[in-house]
Structure formats: structure tokens, C-alpha cells
């Protein structure tokens, strides 16, 4: 890289625990009792998910599903494409979509579209951020962490060009030239 981010921490990994803590609170709550298939979003919710799974105190079903809207670029392209689809089977089952940050809507609402046309007994969504500023298409989300500005994130999952996933804290990247 030609340039050295200026990383400024936006939540740190303190509050980080407490708000996973509180949504796997909300979560126990509405899902004991049930089997939910929890489904994370490649690459950036794998931290999250195993944080919030590791909160979570009955049975369920973990799956990964990879969708693509960046390249390597800092916003999304628009055009949404599945890069690995589910094993798992979606009809008829309680399921629950974990991802990191719901910015302009666009990669979560294909998602939730090609769930619903699965026929899940019920779909909801958690996701760790939201940024609404950012927001192309409404989007629904029945568990939140954070509401953000709009402003690059990384840390926690998060990355930049697949940098800073590794840090602990999230942060907002600025670039300052050399």
C-alpha cells in the first residue's frame, strides 16, 4: 500500500462483548425452545457469529453462506452475486441471518430474498452494525448492535481490502496520503 490508514476506535472490544451479551439476550429469549439455522454472512461475520453463538444456551444449527457486492474496492458495486451457497435446508426451519454491518441494503435484501423463496418457517435478522445513511433499498433489522456513521469500519471481522479483520476494536480507517 501507498498509504498508512489512520485507524480512530469507534467501540472497543469492552463494549463490544456487552452489546453481543445483550443481543444474545434478546435472541435466547425469543428462540428457546426452538432449533434455529443461524446463517452467517462470509466473510465479515465470523467473529460476531462466534461470539454470539458461544452466548447462545440451546440448539442450533450453524451455516455459512459467501455473497459478493465490494471486489476490492471501498463501495459496494451494486451487483450482488452468491459465491458459496448453503448446504443446509432452509424450508420449514426457524432461521436467523448474522451479519457484521448492513450498509446500503442491497447484499442483505438478495440474501433475504433468496431465503424467503426457500420458505423458512420464519427469517429475522441480526446484524453487529448498521449504517442508514448508507441505505439503497429498506432493510429490516430485528437485532442490532450499533448504528454507525457513515464511515469506513474495520476490526472485529471488518476489513479493508481484507486488512485489519484481526483487531480487536472497531475502528474508522481514514487514509492520509505519505
Excluded: W
Amino acid at each position: 500500500m501507498s498509504s498508512q490508514p489512520n485507524l480512530q476506535v469507534l467501540f472497543r472490544r469492552e463494549e463490544i462483548a456487552a452489546t453481543v451479551e445483550r443481543l444474545a439476550a434478546e435472541i435466547r429469549q425469543d428462540y428457546q425452545g426452538r432449533h434455529p439455522l443461524l446463517i452467517g454472512i462470509l466473510k465479515g461475520s465470523f467473529i460476531f457469529m462466534a461470539d454470539l453463538v458461544r452466548r447462545l444456551n440451546f440448539p442450533l444449527e450453524v451455516e455459512f453462506i459467501r455473497l459478493s457486492s465490494y471486489g476490492r474496492g471501498r463501495a459496494s458495486s451494486g451487483k450482488v452475486k452468491l459465491v458459496q451457497g448453503l448446504r443446509s435446508e432452509v424450508k420449514g426451519r426457524d432461521v436467523l441471518v448474522i451479519e457484521d454491518i448492513v450498509d446500503s441494503g442491497l447484499t442483505i435484501a438478495f440474501l433475504l430474498d433468496y431465503l424467503r423463496k426457500r420458505k423458512p418457517a420464519s427469517l429475522k435478522l441480526c446484524a453487529l452494525a448498521d449504517k442508514p445513511s448508507c441505505r439503497q433499498v429498506p432493510v429490516a433489522i430485528d437485532y442490532l448492535g450499533f448504528t454507525v456513521p457513515d464511515k469506513f469500519l474495520v476490526g472485529y471481522g471488518l476489513d479493508r481490502d481484507e486488512q485489519f479483520r484481526y483487531l480487536p476494536d472497531i475502528s474508522v480507517v481514514e487514509v492520509k496520503a505519505d
